[in-house]
T-cell receptor
């Protein structure tokens, strides 16, 4: 099976702009989660989706949002970008009956 | 809220030797899952091993094994016959097993940077 794919792999944006990141899960995986990884805060959970509904959400401001489509693909959006949003954004998928998550290669977002 | 602590920011081991990475966690839940993930310089997070809290038997995957001490809330990873390809950041992670997986998804430790000396 193909692994989790994320696009784009690298992105440079300016403060105040918005950005959309995309994630395609492993075939058959209906749950998609998003994580932010920074040197200072480490890995932090953003949100999880399955059945096109946000199920769980981490402690992030409302500027961070996401959605899931009927084919389980997911997008996350960050509006009004701040310098502190510069990070590696990781997407992970899992089968609903299992808890282990499989990660994509990440999207490196740089905000200038 | 659950917390995961990895007290060793960096570890170094000679190739072919054995190394143990430490992880402790704090939770009030009785049912949960624990994981070790590896993140090489490519930044791709790779699942190394998983442990269900209700299972007393320690998980093993080839050269990787865990020592799960539920009462002590300890979950260490042992890597036997270390290889150069094992060099990476290793993250310990916790996930609640309650319905919906809990509010926090995976909770990660800060990581241990493992160096393999040839």
């Amino acid at each position: 099976k193909a692994g989790v794919t994320q696009t784009p792999r690298y992105l440079i944006k300016t403060r105040g702009q918005q950005v959309t990141l995309s994630c395609s899960p492993i075939s058959g995986h209906r749950s998609v989660s998003w994580y932010q990884q920074t040197p200072g805060q480490g890995l932090q959970f953003l949100f999880e989706y399955f059945s096109e509904t946000q199920r769980n959400k981490g402690n992030f401001p409302g500027r961070f949002s996401g959605r899931q489509f009927s084919n389980s693909r997911s997008e996350m959006n960050v509006s009004t970008l701040e310098l502190g949003d510069s990070a590696l954004y990781l997407c992970a998928s899992r089968e609903l009956r299992h808890y282990e998550q499989y990660f994509g290669p990440g999207t490196r977002l740089t905000v200038t | 809220a659950q917390t995961v602590t990895q007290s060793q920011p960096e570890m170094s081991v000679q190739e072919a030797e054995t190394v143990t990475l430490s992880c402790t966690y704090d939770t009030s839940e009785s049912d949960y899952y624990l994981f070790w993930y590896k993140q090489p310089p490519s930044r791709q997070m790779i699942l190394v091993i998983r442990q269900e809290a209700y299972k007393q038997q320690n998980a093993t995957e080839n050269r990787f094994s865990v020592n799960f001490q539920k009462a002590a809330k300890s979950f260490s990873l042992k890597i036997s016959d270390s290889q150069l390809g094992d060099a990476a950041m290793y993250f310990c992670a916790y996930r609640s097993a309650d319905s919906g997986g809990g509010a926090d998804g995976l909770t990660f430790g800060k990581g241990t940077h493992l160096i393999i000396q040839p």
